[in-house]
Nanobody, 122 residues
Framework: QVQLVESGGGLAQPGGSMRLSCAAS????????MGWYRQAPGKQRELVAEVISGGSTNYVDSVKGRFTIHRDNAKNTVALQMDSLKPEDTAVYYCKAEASTTRDPMAINDYWGQGAPVTVSS
């Protein structure tokens, strides 16, 4: 299996910055994509940013120009640098990895972190 451990999160002021980090471990064979999702109260979980094979990145329109995702393939980590934070960025942020394992090389599954609460408020 694959375990994802997130760090970061907490309280930030509007206009401030915060960095989230996620490290993957376990019986990893290959990671195809890593990314961040978020879920605000009463809303569906949405993709925030992801890095797919080859290094291409995708961002939800609402964070373009403010958030930056960085993946370290050698360390199986992904980080989300969040700048110019807005109250509407308040949510629980989840790390996700799409990966195969040494125990079942033919299967590609999604693995999730436990969630990191982010609150943007003055």
């Amino acid at each position: 299996q694959v375990q994802l451990v997130e760090s970061g999160g907490g309280l930030a002021q509007p206009g401030g910055s915060m960095r989230l980090s996620c490290a993957a471990s376990g019986s990893i064979l290959s990671i195809y994509s890593m990314g961040w999702y978020r879920q605000a109260p009463g809303k569906q979980r949405e993709l925030v940013a992801e890095v797919i094979s080859g290094g291409s990145t995708n961002y939800v329109d609402s964070v373009k120009g403010r958030f930056t995702i960085h993946r370290d393939n050698a360390k199986n980590t992904v980080a989300l640098q969040m700048d110019s934070l807005k109250p509407e960025d308040t949510a629980v942020y989840y790390c996700k990895a799409e990966a195969s394992t040494t125990r079942d090389p033919m299967a590609i599954n999604d693995y999730w972190g436990q969630g990191a609460p982010v609150t943007v408020s003055s």
